[in-house]
């Protein structure tokens, strides 16, 4: 039986990576305005900031959702 939370099983790392791959630095900078997003950012960074910041965590991971429902939703097309 899978899990039906999109989250489970899904790293902060591997969040940050596919957002980065789907939006860019500088769209994901415009998206949610943190800094580790938009003054040279990196992978590395943003996990440093993240796991110390659960509000911008959160957004981070809000965003994510966002993308995979919209994809799911462009695929279903």
């Given amino acids: 039986m899978s899990n039906p939370d999109p ?8 969040i940050i990576t596919r957002l980065h791959d789907y939006y860019g ?3 994901l900078g415009r998206r949610i305005n943190i800094r580790c997003f938009q003054d040279n ?6 996990l440093k900031f993240l796991r110390k910041t ?14 995979l429902r919209k994809h799911r939703l462009h695929f279903d097309d």
């Fill in 7 to 14: 989250l489970y099983g899904v790293t902060l790392e591997q």
């Fill in 25 to 27: 630095w500088e769209e």
């Fill in 41 to 46: 950012p990196s992978v590395t960074s943003s």
């Fill in 54 to 67: 659960p509000w911008a965590r959160q957004k981070t991971e809000e965003l994510y959702l966002y993308m």
